[in-house]
Antibody, heavy 115, light 108 residues
Framework: QVQLQESGPGILKPSETLSLTCQVS?????????WGWIRQSPGKGLEWIGN???????FSNPSLKSRVTLSADTSKNQISLRLTSVTAADTAVYFC?????????WGKGTTVIVS | EIVMTQSPATLSVSPGESATLSCRAS??????LAWYQQKPGQAPRLLIY???TRATGVPDRFSGSGSGTEFTLTISSLQSDDFAVYFC???????????FGGGTKVEI
């Protein structure tokens, strides 16, 4: 059974870089699926951040593209998100999920506070 | 950006009744539409994809319909476990873009 577990710093300061990882278990990230990041904040609801393939192929939300880097580490079976120059507007729960179009399986999410 | 608008924002129903949730896209998304259920403190759960295909394990009291810009999620014979927030999400491949609606809260 596939499980996804996000991890991150919890709290960071404005202008810092957010780094999150998503550990995937029960399924190889090389098995032909895309993996995505979505965030949820009270003010903006659910917001798609981007998707990445195990090869490194990725696509992201145009509104965040200049600040987002998505990557995959096949040796660790995990995917990562890097978001630069964070502001309070980046405060949200960040989810990783499996899928390219619709998200089939989600992690429980990790809360990120920028303050 | 394709904007997804859900209505109503809140729907009050009684157990055993049916609920009809609407989702409108600002541009034609064909059948590239998914529905999710989210309960407090949990991640969203995929219910429907391709507008009308139920995800694995989703009860058949959940049904989706529509295409283009107008979509509906119907929950028949609501059970206590169905009271939650429901989101629609469109996905178009080129340029890749995924956007979510603001959600409909189904409450008792």
């Amino acid at each position: 059974q596939v499980q996804l577990q996000e991890s991150g710093p919890g709290i960071l300061k404005p202008s810092e870089t957010l780094s999150l990882t998503c550990q995937v278990s029960g399924f190889s990230i090389t098995s032909g699926k895309y993996w995505g990041w979505i965030r949820q904040s009270p003010g903006k609801g659910l917001e798609w951040i981007g998707n990445v393939f195990h090869s490194g192929d990725s696509f992201s939300n145009p509104s965040l593209k200049s600040r987002v880097t998505l990557s995959a580490d096949t040796s660790k079976n995990q995917i990562s998100l890097r978001l630069t120059s964070v502001t309070a507007a980046d405060t949200a729960v960040y989810f990783c999920a499996r899928g390219a179009d619709y998200m089939e399986v989600w992690g429980k999410g990790t809360t990120v506070i920028v303050s | 950006e394709i904007v997804m608008t859900q209505s109503p924002a809140t729907l009050s129903v009684s157990p055993g009744e049916s609920a009809t949730l609407s989702c409108r896209a600002s541009h034609d998304v064909s059948s590239n539409l998914a529905w999710y259920q989210q309960k407090p403190g949990q991640a969203p759960r995929l219910l429907i994809y391709r507008a009308s295909t139920r995800a694995t394990g989703v009860p058949d009291r959940f049904s989706g319909s529509g295409s283009g810009t107008e979509f509906t999620l119907t929950i028949s014979s609501l059970q206590s476990d169905d009271f939650a927030v429901y989101f629609c999400q469109q996905y178009i491949r080129w340029p890749p873009e995924l956007t979510f609606g603001g959600g409909t809260k189904v409450e008792i």
